[in-house]
């Protein structure tokens, strides 16, 4: 069946890095080993760590949970292969700090069977139960964010949704995990959208998908289950259209509120993976033990998609992907959104979603210099969420955070790097407005 | 003609009407202050720091006055200074202990390696956000120096391998740096206590040495040698500065030179056992 697919919808400002997406973009995702040891720390998510549940030298079976989620904005952790727990003890985090972590140990030559929990069916299981169910599978919004999914699936009292957005878009430039998802999980995709509309109470679903993604749309909207409310939209390419605030915007026109939620509009939006993994773990019980990552760039050899185990170190990544001798830069995520790694032995936790390598060939020898500001309003044009970025980065430099907060919204800014990405004086504005967020944060905590 | 002198007359007759309410409304609503305050204030200097946990020197001058503060809570003033405000009030000078601002961290760029090389704003804040700095400890100094820009006195200056050194005469533990450092390196101290710890790593064993070469592996001599007075918590040494600390005993078995002993002059002595480290130049990264 051919469906036709009209690409019109998309949000005011944003900016066209190149894609860089063709080189993985059609490869099959594919296994990869479990490696030596495994890190696996306690908070991958955000809020509060997991507590662990095992003590050193214990074996533990694949899928086994081996941390519990510590209150409600809290996810479980399971074992991503049988082995042994080596120690509990400080591990490096990607968030640039040493945080609790379990270490695990794979035993060699094991089956690697996955242990098998209670099923939870979607048509008879309650609201709570599923929303319970998500929280111990310890599944996080595998977008990058990695926000408690079931936290968002709890609609506060007194608020309602009717449409639940599914986000396919991925505008991050090199990473096509979500395109591999969409294309091969499409079944599990749809039983996701079944937990997930239940829980939420929403009348219908839209799928989102970038206009370079057509296959996946076209592929998506013929596999549609006969009377389920579920339609494909395809939008142009532009980025941070991935963002559920711009998604929302180019889908329905509504307006996320400054500090508020999609909620608040009616609306919930789960990231595609997040969707597909609900519905390949809830219906067997299972919990989150891998994720798919894209390695690429020009410093690896062996690019493509890859079911990865959680916690499989950034090191044994590049020794298996067949890394240059002359890597200089590594990215967790994408060159957008994604953090640059200061130590190789971070291991992959559930929101990363690719791995993206540069040689010293690509990257500058030098650093760059910074030029003062020109006031040409490149980055005001360019910042999806209406901010003055130019004005935040002038006070910023000035250390007046209050007024970046107060008048010009900086808790708005959810980082893209848009701003960034065009600014020809190469003034680092996410980087300034990061660090301002951060003494705000702290100051606030203080008082 | 005739407007103007109207206007004249009339612009007047306001202006000294005004200028009646005024007199009398100094003289009704005049608050006496204790013209103590002034002298006190002008003998104060001037720094608006907040060392002595008030909000400013006129505050801090009101308090004096009013008897809710001694002269020995300011630490900017010089000896003669306080004493010379605590004559002028008659009251005691309140001995205040010298207390100075000291760095949780030995790891210069001659012992501590970066693990990553960190380009972007020049400050340990922004470095800080950027997947925790380049440095390979993940506690340890940036170097940057946001606390040397930071401080009013002049009291903390790069040394050769980019980590502060904090000068005791200047420093008046106002607690600007202890503020600013976004590894949390910096306490005051009174600068009597001469035993110190110089690392913030809270992992145990040799594998942090990889990284610092200064850092503490959490091997325990230093309690064992001073019972009671060092207890090891999060893998550190914390001493106990109520209990006689005074002696030089505890840093003898350091094999880091972690635990430390501070002269007056801000010589640096490490333990006999302490392996000696020579090196000037930066250390090579470790091949990735």
Redesign the interface.
């Known amino acids: 069946m051919e469906t036709t697919i009209t690409v019109k919808k998309t949000f005011p400002h944003g900016v066209h890095p190149p894609e860089a997406k063709e080189e993985t973009h059609h490869l099959k995702i594919r296994r990869f080993p479990f490696a030596p040891v495994m890190i696996l720390p306690l908070s991958q998510h955000t809020g509060k760590p997991s507590k662990a549940m095992v003590r050193e030298g214990q074996e533990v079976a694949r899928g086994q949970k081996i941390a519990e989620a510590d209150g409600f904005v809290s996810v479980a952790l399971h074992a991503p292969a049988s082995g042994i727990i080596k120690r509990i003890?400080?591990a490096?985090n990607?968030?640039?700090?040493?945080t609790p972590s379990i270490y695990l140990q794979p035993f060699p030559a094991s089956s690697q069977e996955v242990l098998e929990g209670t099923p939870i069916d979607p048509d008879t299981a309650s609201p709570d139960e599923i929303v319970k169910a998500i929280q111990d599978a310890g599944i996080v919004g595998l977008g990058g964010a990695a926000f408690p999914t079931h936290v968002k699936l709890k609609i506060p009292e007194g608020k309602f949704v009717d449409t639940l957005i599914i986000n396919g878009v991925e505008c991050e430039p090199y990473l096509t995990t979500d395109h591999r998802v969409m294309l091969e999980q499409k079944d599990d995709i749809f039983m996701g959208i079944r937990y997930l509309m239940k829980v939420t109470g929403a009348q219908r679903t839209i799928i989102g998908i970038e206009a370079n993604k057509l296959d996946a749309a076209q592929e998506l909207s013929a596999a549609i289950p006969a009377g389920m409310p579920v339609s494909v939209e395809v939008f142009k390419v532009k980025y941070p259209q991935g963002a559920e605030k711009m998604l929302i915007k180019a889908l329905l026109d509504r307006e996320v509120p400054s500090g508020g939620l999609p909620v608040d509009v009616h609306t919930v939006v789960v990231n595609v993976a997040t969707a597909a993994e609900i519905g390949r773990l809830l219906p067997h019980g299972r919990g989150i033990m891998e994720r798919v990552i894209t390695i690429t760039g020009p410093g690896v050899a062996k690019k493509g998609n890859y079911w990865i185990p959680i916690g499989t170190p950034v090191r044994y990544v590049l020794e298996q992907a067949g890394a240059k001798d002359n890597?200089s830069l590594v990215f967790l995520g994408g060159p957008m959104m994604g953090?640059?790694?200061?130590?190789?032995d971070?291991p992959f936790t559930k929101g990363t979603s690719g791995l993206v390598v540069f040689t010293e060939a690509e990257t500058?020898s030098k650093?760059?210099k910074?030029y003062p500001c020109i006031h040409c309003a490149y980055c005001v044009d360019a910042c999806p969420m209406f901010l003055n970025p130019s004005q935040m980065g002038i006070l910023a430099k000035k250390e007046r955070y209050e007024e970046m907060a107060e008048q010009y919204n900086l808790f708005d800014c959810f980082e893209c790097g848009a701003c960034s990405y065009v600014c020809p004086s190469h003034i680092?504005l996410v980087?300034?407005f990061?660090?301002a967020k951060?003494?705000l944060r702290e100051k606030k905590a203080a008082s | 003609m005739a407007v103007i002198l109207t206007a004249v007359a009339a612009l007047g007759g306001i202006t000294v009407i005004l200028a009646a309410l005024l007199i009398l409304a100094n003289k009704k609503l005049y608050v006496q202050e204790d013209p103590r305050i002034d002298i006190v204030e002008e003998m104060l200097p001037h720094a608006n720091c907040g060392a002595c946990g008030f909000p400013g020197c006129r505050p801090f001058a009101e308090a004096l006055v009013g008897g809710q503060a001694l002269p020995g809570k300011c630490t900017v003033s010089s000896e003669e200074g306080r004493v010379q405000i605590a004559h002028f009030l008659g009251v005691d000078v309140g001995a205040q202990e010298k207390v100075v601002a000291r760095l949780a961290c030995a790891g210069g760029i001659n012992v501590a390696r970066n693990r990553a090389r960190y380009e972007g704003l020049k400050t340990c804040r922004a470095a800080a956000v950027v997947a925790g700095g380049g440095k390979g400890c993940f506690w340890g100094c940036l170097g940057l120096a946001d606390c040397e820009v930071v401080c009013d006195f002049d009291a903390i200056h790069m040394n050769q391998f980019s980590l502060p050194v904090v000068d005791e005469e200047k420093c008046t533990a106002c607690g600007d740096c202890v503020e600013v450092c976004p590894k949390g390196l910096f306490s005051l101290h009174p600068a009597s206590h001469r035993l110190w710890v110089a690392c913030k790593n809270l992992e145990a064993g040799d594998e942090i040495l990889e990284d610092c070469e200064v850092a503490c592996t959490a091997c325990g001599r230093c309690a064992a040698d001073a019972p009671g007075m060092i207890k090891m918590a999060n893998n550190l040494p914390v001493i106990d500065y109520s209990k006689n600390h005074k002696t030089q005993a505890p840093i003898q078995r350091c094999p880091t030179g972690a635990i430390l002993w501070i002269e007056k002059d801000g010589t640096i002595v490490k333990g006999r056992e302490s392996k000696k480290v020579l090196r000037k130049s930066t250390l090579p990264d470790l091949p990735t």
């Open positions: 003890a400080l490096p990607p968030v640039g700090r040493m890597i953090q640059a790694v200061s130590n190789l971070f500058n650093p760059q910074i680092p980087q300034y990061r660090v951060g003494i």
